[in-house]
């Protein structure tokens, strides 16, 4: 895990996060292509929060290492400016790009895709929650294909939490900290009870409708509207939440068993139901005769862009790629 940053070629920025930026990189010993993660160091002074999850993050990334749905962490070193987290690099995309290609594509390749990456996804949450990781922040943009549509990769674990060190951390509102109340849980949210794996369940659910239709079921024009509205919905009131008219029953049942407001409800329901419903009669006649074809998913549009020969050398310090 030793390393810095003069032992990498440093390309294109491709990706922004709540405070720190991901930069396409390639290992030059190995000419390894690499994810090179870094956060400021004056920031995470500033914000004590923000430094935490750094550090929850490398956590946690070391807990999975042999957890093949997370993106690994190869190495994580910092100089006078910056900390750096070296991860394994997908050109997929994340899945809100995924999302953006629907309409490029005719409703049964789009559902074909859709069921592919919900049953990756399911797979990649569970095999999470067997490490006794509690992600608690999944999104789109914490979600990243891979060749293999029904292998999903999951990313981002700043938020994340280590079900063995529950009682020594304070509960956190870790859904509003991050900005991503359209996801979140309502016990998240309120913050005033241990979060469980019911969390992800709940999140999961979310996705499931995006999924199928475009749009998340609490989705609103401003972050204290679609609060309004997870809020509404875990004191009872159903009809707070969108559900499109075109989910087919037995994907909406699944979808309202994972939303519902009591997390010991959704832990009951747990992701024993996905794999039968998304192979269900009904879900099949929706869809091709075949299987999609993974091609169909674009590389994402900066692993057209770059190349070795305009990345820059690490060794010349962190002052030439601002």
């Known amino acids: 895990?030793?390393?810095?940053?003069?032992?990498?070629?440093?390309?294109?920025?491709?990706?922004?996060?709540?405070?720190?930026?991901?930069?396409?990189?390639?290992?030059?010993?190995?000419?390894?292509?690499?994810?090179?993660?870094?956060y400021d160091k004056t920031s995470l002074n500033?914000?004590?929060?923000?430094?935490?999850?750094?550090?929850?993050?490398?956590?946690?990334?070391?807990t999975l290492v042999d957890c093949p749905f997370v993106a690994t962490l190869l190495a994580a070193f910092?100089?006078?400016?910056?900390?750096?987290?070296v991860l394994e690099l997908f050109l997929k995309g994340t899945l809100t790009q995924f999302l953006e290609q629907k309409p490029t594509m005719d409703e049964q390749t789009w559902l074909s895709h859709s069921v592919e990456v919900a049953?990756?996804?399911?797979?990649?949450?569970?095999?999470?929650?067997?490490?006794?990781?509690i992600h608690a922040d999944l999104k789109p943009d914490n979600l990243l294909l891979t060749a293999d549509s029904r292998k999903v990769v999951v990313?981002?674990?700043?938020?994340?939490?280590?079900?063995?060190t529950l009682s020594e951390e304070p509960?956190?509102?870790?859904?509003?900290?991050?900005?991503?109340?359209?996801?979140?849980?309502?016990?998240?949210?309120?913050?005033?009870?241990?979060?469980?794996?019911?969390?992800?369940?709940?999140?999961?659910?979310?996705?499931?409708h995006t999924l199928w239709t475009g749009t998340s079921p609490f989705h609103a024009d401003s972050e204290a509207s679609i609060l309004d509205r997870v809020i509404a919905h875990a004191n009872g009131d159903l009809s707070s939440a969108n559900f499109g008219a075109t989910v087919p029953s037995t994907l909406l049942d699944l979808i309202c068993r994972l939303l519902d407001p009591d997390p010991e409800i959704r832990v009951c329901c747990g992701f024993s139901p996905v794999k039968s419903v998304l192979n269900s009669d009904e879900i099949k006649s929706l869809l091709p005769s075949t299987r999609?074809?993974?091609?169909?998913?674009?590389?994402?549009?900066?692993?057209?862009?770059?190349?070795?020969?305009?990345?820059?050398?690490?060794?010349?310090?962190?002052?030439?790629?601002?």
């Not at 940053?5 to 491709?14: F, N």
């Not at 500033?46 to 070391?62: F, G, M, S, T």
């Not at 910092?78 to 987290?85: G, I, K, S, T």
């Open 171 to 208: 509960l956190r509102k870790i859904a509003v900290l991050r900005g991503t109340a359209e996801y979140a849980a309502p016990e998240l949210i309120h913050g005033n009870c241990t979060p469980t794996v019911s969390v992800d369940l709940w999140s999961f659910g979310c996705l499931l």
């Open 119 to 133: 049953l990756g996804m399911a797979g990649a949450v569970e095999a999470i929650h067997k490490y006794h990781v």
């Open 1 to 38: 895990m030793e390393s810095s940053l003069k032992d990498y070629m440093v390309g294109v920025c491709i990706g922004q996060g709540s405070f720190g930026t991901v930069y396409h990189g390639v290992h030059k010993e190995t000419d390894r292509d690499v994810a090179i993660k870094l």
């Open 155 to 164: 990313i981002d674990f700043g938020s994340a939490i280590l079900t063995s």
């Open 78 to 85: 910092h100089d006078d400016q910056f900390v750096y987290l």
């Open 46 to 62: 500033k914000h004590p929060d923000w430094l935490n999850a750094v550090l929850i993050e490398q956590r946690v990334l070391r």
């Open 292 to 322: 999609p074809n993974p091609t169909l998913l674009r590389d994402t549009e900066w692993a057209h862009e770059t190349s070795r020969s305009t990345m820059k050398d690490g060794n010349l310090g962190w002052g030439v790629f601002l």
